[in-house]
């Protein structure tokens, strides 16, 4: 059973995790989310799902890929999806 809803939106009422590998740590949902550009949050989620990969092996995925494995589990509400800077 997963740790957390498949793709909660609304990480606020969830308990934050804290993933280790290697003696890094990341923690999810990040502590600041709210505060983050759209930017931001895209550029989080996407060093999250690269954090995870490695957990196994290095990643052959492309960045799309990558996005598209992890995105659905990592999704925060109000990121920039398309990749086109806001303005």
């Known amino acids: ?6 793709c909660k939106r609304d990480w ?4 934050q995790l804290d993933i ?3 003696g890094a740590t990341v923690s999810w949902p990040p502590r600041n989310w709210r505060e983050m550009d759209s930017d931001v949050k895209l550029m989080t989620v996407e060093y999250v ?21 992890y995105h659905c589990h990592l999704k925060i509400v109000g990121e920039n999806v398309t990749g086109k800077k806001a303005s």
Request: aromatic share 6%; proline share 9%.
């Open 49 to 69: 799902a690269m954090f995870l990969a490695l957990k196994k092996e290095f990643p052959r995925l492309g960045q799309r890929a990558l996005l598209q494995k």
């Open 1 to 6: 059973m997963p740790m957390h809803p498949l």
């Open 12 to 15: 606020t009422t969830t308990a």
């Open 20 to 22: 280790k590998h290697q």
